[in-house]
């Protein structure tokens, strides 16, 4: 039996090259699946104009561009996910957004997770998935 570390390893090697790759792949079904989803997080979290957000398991970043909307000019939304293949494409897709930022990294074994600054909230949408279990939108507000 795999040590629960040992299983958090085969994860970020999935989400690091077949999965994060089939989940591009798969992206225009997904985030259709996931819309219901994001669109509680964003009716949970009330993201205002301003404030800083970190938003884990970001996938392709489509709930991290709406947050950085959300947040307007002055705000910031921080996209995370372990998947670089994930994060080049959400860079492309937030081409033109000057308020957001894409990292490629994991959330659980880093510091990049939590920089220097203080997040107004942490969200995801779709980091559910990656524990196996039905989706569902997850917001910690500070």
Known sequence: ???PTELHQDQVTYWSGAGGNRWVDESARTEIMLSRVAS???THAKARPGETVLDVGCGL????VE???QVG???RAI???VSATMIELARKRAAGLDNIDFIADDATATRSARPSRTFSFRASASCS?????RPSPICARR
Do not use: E, I, Q, Y
Not at 61 to 64: I, R
């Open 61 to 64: 970043g489509p709930t991290t």
């Open 67 to 69: 947050l950085a909307r």
């Open 129 to 133: 998935s990656a524990t196996r279990r």
């Open 1 to 3: 039996m795999k040590s």
């Open 79 to 81: 996209g995370l996910d």
């Open 73 to 75: 000019p002055k705000g």
């Open 40 to 42: 509680l997080l964003f």
